[in-house]
């Protein structure tokens, strides 16, 4: 069953403002990871939550786990268009070998100048 | 951190054939993973290739369309054999550096 699903699935927003994209879940995890993709190539490592955290801070993002809702969301402050990217939320299952991500659809943000 | 070569960046190839894509990393690791993201959709793992012993297929995918080798600590291929327009996709691999995952800038497939 897909894990990771998310919401919006585009976003467009101006410099400046704040983005926030959500992620939702459906089995038990170690932990869930942000990611960033930009122009279809290869994803980047942004933040990583673990089940026992609730929230967690890196620069301009902000992750938040919410484990009885299933449910993560990712914050970027003061957006710029250099954020423009597809980001997508990952989880690894319990039980699973650690390289084994479970991906969302992604959410594509568009960041006007 | 862990910098990957990833080759092809992109390929346009004919119905039937094979390709074989290849991806170096700067550092020895155990275990590198095979990933596919069709087109506008998420990435799904492919397989897990270890050093030494057979690679780990997830539920759908097949050794005898997706065969991995990996001879070394620091190298693998992964192989896409008779290859259909459905095998369009963005192919990337990846290690782990703790429980985060680093990627290559993967390969463009497209098939005619």
């Known amino acids: 069953s897909q894990q990771g699903e998310e919401d919006p699935q585009a976003l467009s927003i101006q410099e400046g403002e704040n983005a926030t994209m959500n992620c939702s879940y459906k089995t038990s995890i170690n932990n869930l990871q942000w990611y960033r993709q930009n122009s279809g190539r290869g994803l980047v490592h942004l933040i990583l939550i673990r089940s026992n955290e609730r929230e967690k801070h890196s620069g301009r993002l902000r992750v938040t786990l919410d484990t009885s809702k299933k449910s993560s969301s990712l914050l970027i402050t003061a957006s710029r268009a250099a954020d423009t990217a597809s980001y997508f939320c990952?989880?690894?299952?319990?039980?699973?070998?650690?390289?084994?991500?479970?991906f969302g659809q992604g959410t594509i943000l568009t960041v006007h100048p | 951190s862990a910098v990957i070569s990833q080759k092809p960046s992109r390929d346009i190839c004919q119905r039937g054939t094979s390709l074989t894509i290849q991806c170096q990393v700067d550092?020895?690791?155990?275990?590198m993973f095979w990933y596919r993201q069709q087109p506008g959709q998420s990435l799904t793992l492919i397989a897990t290739a270890n050093q030494g012993s057979e690679a780990t297929y997830e539920s759908g995918f097949v050794i005898d369309k997706f065969p991995i080798s990996r001879p070394n600590l620091t190298f693998s291929t992964l192989t896409v054999s008779n290859m259909s327009p459905e095998d369009s996709s963005i192919y990337l691999c990846?290690?782990?550096?703790?429980?985060?995952?680093?990627f290559g800038s993967g390969t463009q497939l497209s098939v005619l």
């Open positions: 550092s020895q690791v155990t275990m």
């Open positions: 990952a989880a690894h299952a319990g039980g699973t070998s650690y390289g084994k991500l479970t």
């Open positions: 990846s290690v782990g550096s703790g429980e985060k995952l680093f």
